[in-house]
């Protein structure tokens, strides 16, 4: 739900366990208590997407038994996933362009043990219009981050199972020549395609790809992007890595993104969820500014983590049993 900051404020202070997005301009003014929060103005709110530096996105987490926040930086990432309860959900936010991000990016697919913890989270961000600084809060100690990770670990009733899918409306086209890169990157300046070496950037010159259209990988028919975020000097740069050894192709073409879009949360039919995130692009191509998309709402994000580091998806929980 999108409050005012005395709500919040209120909130907190009963001892509510909380998960919060909001301008950094709000974050900074909230008290130390149960909560983690990550920066963005924009949102899905129940009236539809909305750009605000005025209102808190709040997620009362009212379903744990127990909760345990915790920090940490590059070099130990991956630690995350010893603190993880038996039966549970991790909320993990991390700042855009962070080297915890990055260092997160390339090397999730390769830990096998996330697979076993419920992962969700998203990457923080800020105003396109004006760029800034992405930071991410642990709310327990009130401090601020811009090259940290926060998580907090959700431990769950018997008999309940936090539940993470995602919405994604691109598929590869198998028409496409299979392209592959030599090393997990998020940036680029040659690639293969069919066999044969070119500049990448040259390539989607020459082909008048439109970049709207992300790389998809499909690992046996769930298919994964990479969106591109810029070309310049010829290099490529993702928003998430690429990975060697591995097909990709550019997404078969979607026209109208915003109808695909909705016709894809249609089809989802998720009931219930506690949590969700919503990809910036799929916010700016899928021209969800004032459009309702029930039942989903929460942070427009840079990136969104359903185990592994996600781009143009919405990814949400549920808690099922």
Known sequence: MLIELKEAVRLINEGRTLHIAADDSLLKQLPKGKWIGGTTPYFIGEEGGIFTRDLLYVNEIDYAEEINVRVYGKYNIFQLVEECYDNGLAILIMPYGSE???????EAPDVEELLMHPTLGWISGFDLET???ARVYDGTTGTSYTDRAVVMYLKL???RTAMINMINIFEDDKTDPVIHFRENDLSVENC???GQEVNFAEYIRKKGIDTRMPLVADYNGSYFNISVKSIENGRVSFYAPVFKNVDYRFAVRVDDYAAEFMRRIGEAGARNPVISCNCILNYQYGELDGKRIPPYTGPVTFGEVAYQLLNQT??????VG
Do not use: D, Q, R, S
Not at 101 to 106: D, G, I, R
């Open 100 to 106: 915890v991000a990055a260092k997160y990016a390339k």
């Open 131 to 133: 760029a800034g600084e």
């Open 157 to 159: 009733p018997e008999g």
């Open 192 to 194: 293969t395609v069919n």
């Open 314 to 319: 919405l990814v949400y929980c549920e808690i």
